[in-house]
T-cell receptor, first 114, second 116 residues
Framework: GDSVTQMEGPVTLSEEAFLTINCTYT??????LFWYVQYPGEGLQLLLK?????DKGSNKGFEATYRKETTSFHLEKGSVQVSDSAVYFC?????????????FGQGTRLTINP | DTEVTQTPKHLVMGMTNKKSLKCEQH?????MYWYKQKAKKPPELMFV???????INESVPSRFSPECPNSSLLNLHLHALQPEDSALYLC???????????????FGEGSRLTVL
């Protein structure tokens, strides 16, 4: 079945550091891929998405490229800020019974120190 | 309007109480979802409604009873819960996937439930 594996956290960086959070997936076909972010005490917000191979999703300085050959969707940001501290979830989406089923990775907690 | 609104934001209830969580969206989405999220874990799917009909029940105990009165509203009725049911309950909505859309789910802020 479908699955998503994220790098283990927590990750702690200094402000302005480069960020990479690895994500790989196992799935048949071409699912859509997502990064969701959850700030403390809040729900999930979509950070970025990609729907087909070689698509690059980007938002708020974050980027991720859908790599079919390596089944990966790594999240990157060139210069992180304290406000980026949150939990990041990689996910894939599969259409099922008239809806969309999201398969989440375990989440990576990111802390940015000033 | 790309919001999913959940009420209440916080709920404390005893094991014998009956309460309800409510969710509303006005994006025209015809699929709505309930997820349960425990601390430091990803959300777990509980129920899916598609066109106001229950399409997926992930073997959720009957003390959780979902209801979809119309295409904009989703309720979760709670009765005789256990302390281990304390969690963040997230509502989400999406298109049904019949059109060539991305499969994105829009989440609400969640209702944080504490069962005493």
């Amino acid at each position: 079945g479908d699955s998503v594996t994220q790098m283990e956290g927590p990750v702690t960086l200094s402000e302005e550091a480069f960020l990479t959070i690895n994500c790989t997936y196992t799935a048949t076909g071409y699912p859509s891929l997502f990064w969701y972010v959850q700030y403390p005490g809040e729900g999930l917000q979509l950070l970025l998405k990609a729907t087909k191979a070689d698509d690059k999703g980007s938002n708020k300085g974050f980027e991720a490229t859908y790599r079919k050959e390596t089944t990966s969707f790594h999240l990157e940001k060139g210069s992180v800020q304290v406000s980026d501290s949150a939990v990041y979830f990689c996910a894939l989406s599969r259409r099922i019974q008239g809806a969309q089923k999201l398969v989440f990775g375990q989440g990576t907690r990111l802390t940015i120190n000033p | 309007d790309t919001e999913v609104t959940q009420t209440p934001k916080h709920l404390v209830m005893g094991m014998t109480n009956k309460k309800s969580l409510k969710c509303e969206q006005h994006m025209g989405h015809r699929a709505m979802y309930w997820y349960k999220q425990k601390a430091k874990k990803p959300p777990e799917l509980m129920f899916v409604y598609s066109y106001e009909k229950l399409s997926i029940n992930e073997s959720v105990p009957s003390r959780f009873s979902p209801e979809c009165p119309n295409s904009s509203l989703l309720n979760l009725h709670l009765h005789a819960l256990q302390p281990e049911d304390s969690a963040l309950y997230l509502c989400a909505s999406s298109d049904t996937g019949l059109l060539l859309r991305t499969g994105e789910l829009f989440f609400g802020e969640g209702s944080r439930l504490t069962v005493l």
